[in-house]
C-alpha cells in the first residue's frame, strides 16, 4: 500500500506523487559498473552503487584479505620487532605476547596468595551451585539413604581440594564425580594424573577417595557395589 501524505491545504496524495510534482526525484537513472563482475548496471544517483548485487558484494569482501585489504599495513614483518626478543610481531604491538605476560607476573594466581588461602577458597565454593552429576549422585544417596552429604560447596577442604562428597558414619571416603569431556581439556594432566595427584593428597591425611564419571553414574547397581566395599577402578 502506497503512504499516504497530507499537505498544507489538506489534500492526500501518494508519496511518489508528491515527490515527482515537487521535484525530488525525476525517475531518471545512473549507470555504474559492478567492481567485482565489471558489469553495467542502473540505479539511483544519491546510491552511489558499488556492486550489482549481494553475490558480488560478498565475493569482493573474501577477496580482501591479507595484503589485499584496504586497511593493509604491512602484518607481520621484519619491519617491527619485539623490543624485548626482537621477534616479528604485527604492526600494532610493542612486545610479542610471550613477553608482554612476563611483564604481569601479579595476575598469576601463584603470585597472589592471598587467593589460594582456605577461607578465600570457600567463600568462593559457596556460591557454585551443584552440578548436573552431583544432582544425579545426590538423588542415588537419597533413593537408597546412604550415609554420605554434598560437601562441593567448600564446607570440607584438604590441603585445598575440595571433595563433591565425604562419608558421614566415620568412614574417611570422599567421592568425587567428573565428566570427562571436561577433564580431558585440563592443561598439562591427564584425568588418570589429576585422580593421582588426589589420592596422594587425601592419603595422607588417611583418607580414600573414590571417582565416578557421567558413565559409571547411569548405573546404579555399580555405585552401590562400590560404595558398599566392592571393586572399583580408580
Known amino acids: 500500500m502506497a503512504k499516504i501524505l497530507k499537505t498544507k491545504n489538506n489534500n492526500t496524495e501518494t508519496l511518489k506523487a508528491w515527490i515527482r510534482k515537487n521535484g525530488a526525484w525525476n525517475n531518471s537513472h545512473t549507470i555504474f559498473v559492478c567492481i567485482t563482475c565489471k558489469k553495467s548496471f542502473s540505479g539511483s544517483p544519491s546510491e552511489e552503487a558499488k556492486f550489482c548485487s549481494r553475490k558480488c558484494y560478498y565475493q569482493s569482501i573474501e577477496q580482501q584479505t591479507g595484503e589485499n585489504a584496504r586497511n593493509w599495513k604491512g602484518g607481520r614483518s621484519t619491519n617491527n620487532k619485539c623490543i624485548d626478543c626482537k621477534k616479528g610481531i604485527s604492526f600494532a604491538s610493542k612486545r610479542c605476547k610471550k613477553c608482554a605476560v612476563k611483564l604481569m607476573p601479579h595476575m598469576f594466581i601463584k603470585n597472589r596468595p592471598w587467593l589460594r588461602t582456605k577461607e578465600v577458597i570457600k567463600k568462593a ?6 552440578s548436573s552429576l552431583e544432582v544425579r549422585f545426590q538423588e542415588i544417596i537419597d533413593k537408597y539413604q546412604l550415609p ?6 567448600g564446607e570440607f577442604l584438604i590441603e585445598r581440594k575440595n571433595p563433591d ?3 558421614i558414619n566415620g568412614e574417611k571416603k570422599a567421592i568425587e564425580v567428573y ?7 585440563m592443561r598439562n594432566m591427564s584425568i588418570e594424573d589429576w585422580k593421582k595427584q588426589r589420592q596422594e593428597i587425601f592419603a595422607k591425611y588417611g583418607w580414600e577417595i573414590i571417582f ?6 547411569n548405573n546404579e547397581d555399580s555405585v552401590l557395589t562400590v560404595l558398599k ?6
Open 125 to 130: 565454593l559457596r556460591r557454585r551451585l551443584p
Open 148 to 153: 554420605y552429604k554434598f560437601v562441593g560447596n
Open 165 to 167: 562428597f565425604i562419608n
Open 179 to 185: 565428566a570427562r569431556i571436561h577433564k580431558e581439556k
Open 212 to 217: 565416578f564419571d557421567e558413565v559409571e553414574l
Open 229 to 234: 566395599g566392592g571393586y572399583y577402578n580408580s
